[in-house]
């Protein structure tokens, strides 16, 4: 499902950033560019995010594939 529509992230963006460290919003902002333009999304990603942290505490092995940086890719 698309998060960010503005800088066409979704969910399998952000649970694969949290795989490679990603712990806060501010961190979502700066490598995937969530809430960076009409902010929209803050919510829905800040809900993805505590998801996917919940996700990695618990041990529960990610169903997502890994996915590139689209702050890189620009």
Known sequence: ?????CNAVTESHIHD????????????????????????CASCAHSCLKSALGSQAAGAPQAFPAAFSLMEAR
């Open 17 to 40: 950033a949290v795989e490679r460290g990603v712990r806060r919003m501010r961190d979502l902002r700066d490598h995937l560019g969530v809430a960076a333009d009409c902010g929209r």
């Open 1 to 5: 499902m698309y998060v960010c529509v």
